[in-house]
């Protein structure tokens, strides 16, 4: 399907056969590779121009008038192009008639700073929800794989976040709390002043990246963002949390429930290793790292409620873990049914995208034989 009059040829028989724009913009993004928002356009049969001229004729905030080129810049972005607006990201939604969401994708998460990584998300999140991402099978089995209640209602995505220690802020007392940090290498020499009251690790944004875009592709629900701060003081929905002893939502799950299945065991050097249930160790060493996919019911009288921890030892075991989840969910799913279920990936050193799975423990699954 290399030229225009293939892609309109399928369009219009899709049309036909009664598929909405949104179901016609993923076989395009499936049998092109094309981004998502020139796989939106494509499935409306819209050029350039039309999408300005429509976006002119609905634009009432005296804002410049758009033009052909800047929707391209908007396809393209971040291979180059402009980063969409969120204002951007409303208007293409109505105009195409798709929800915001469908217009986002992993690799414009992965090139935002957080800030605009969080908009991103917290505008997709906002967006109506009316179609099931995948149809059939696929959809149905993803809800048996997450739960009812993350099916119909989504769930909480929570990460750890710090402040800094006593001593630091001891240390640094009298210093102006939005220069304490700086810019890397920047070319400018205006100062750049940030306010961070608590900092979060990179690695847990990546990973948390990797399962929005999991989340988008599979389920037409909101979810919200969460510190484990807040998470920890109200456990009242259904959670995804990111990172090992770093967050609360761990422990509050190894204090929760009477057999966990897994534990955080310190050790000699002044780290930690893996126990789970079924008596197998893992360590992370200088060559590979492991990480976790866990989903666990906590509450026996909410059994519609699902913990997913995605967590992981070393930088790279909670990214790790969460592209194994999002790109694997399936396996897992195979393995373990609705049961209670830790898996164990293995993370080589040079990737978070090489972790391969090592171990499925499955609740009620006897010890391995050492």
Same mark, same amino acid.
């Given at each position: ?35 998502? /928002? $020139? ?6 049969? #819209? &050029?350039? +121009?039309? =999408?300005? %001229?429509?976006?002119? /004729? $609905? ?6 008038? #758009? &033009?052909? +080129?800047? =929707?391209? %810049? ?297």
């Amino acid at each position: 399907m290399k030229t225009k009059a293939e892609r309109e040829a399928l369009r219009r028989d899709l049309v036909g056969r009664g598929h909405s724009t949104a179901d016609i913009a993923r076989v395009f993004q499936a049998r092109t590779r094309a981004r998502c /928002r $020139l796989a939106a356009r494509w499935a409306t049969g #819209m &050029t350039l +121009q039309e =999408v300005a %001229d429509s976006w002119n /004729r $609905l634009e009432t905030s005296g804002r410049a008038p #758009m &033009t052909p +080129q800047r =929707v391209s %810049d908007y396809e393209r972005w971040p291979d180059g192009g402009r980063r969409p607006t969120p204002h951007a990201l409303r208007m293409l939604s109505r105009i195409y008639d798709v929800d915001v969401d469908r217009l986002i994708d992993s690799a414009d998460l992965g090139a935002c700073d957080d800030r605009q990584m969080m908009e991103m998300m917290e505008l997709g999140s906002s967006s109506s929800a009316v179609e099931r991402a995948d149809g059939g099978v696929v959809a149905g089995e993803f809800e048996e794989f997450v739960g009812s209640e993350i099916a119909k209602f989504g769930a909480s995505l929570v990460y750890p976040t710090f402040r800094l220690t006593d001593e630091v802020r001891t240390a640094v007392s009298g210093l102006n709390e939005q220069l304490l940090y700086e810019k890397e290498q920047s070319p400018f020499t205006r100062m750049h002043r940030i306010d961070v009251p608590v900092a979060a690790a990179v690695n847990d944004m990546r990973a948390l990246v990797y399962v929005v875009d999991l989340f988008q592709s599979h389920l037409r629900v909101s979810w919200s963002l969460q510190t484990d701060t807040d998470a920890v003081r109200d456990p009242a929905r259904s959670i995804i949390s990111f990172g090992l002893s770093s967050n609360d939502c761990t422990h509050m799950y190894l204090e929760t429930v009477d057999s966990p299945l897994f534990s955080v065991v310190p050790d000699e050097q002044g780290s930690e290793f893996l126990r789970l249930a079924d008596g197998s160790e893992y360590r992370s060493t200088a060559g590979e790292q492991f990480g976790i996919v866990m989903r666990a019911r906590p509450f026996p009288d909410t059994p519609d409620r699902v913990w997913f921890l995605v967590s992981g030892l070393g930088p790279l075991g909670t990214p790790g873990a969460a592209w194994y989840l999002a790109t694997n969910w399936s396996e897992l799913h195979r393995r373990a049914g609705a049961a209670d279920f830790v898996a164990v990936v293995r993370v080589r050193r040079y990737s978070e995208k090489s972790a391969q799975l090592q171990h499925v423990y499955v609740a009620g699954q006897p010890r391995r034989s050492s």
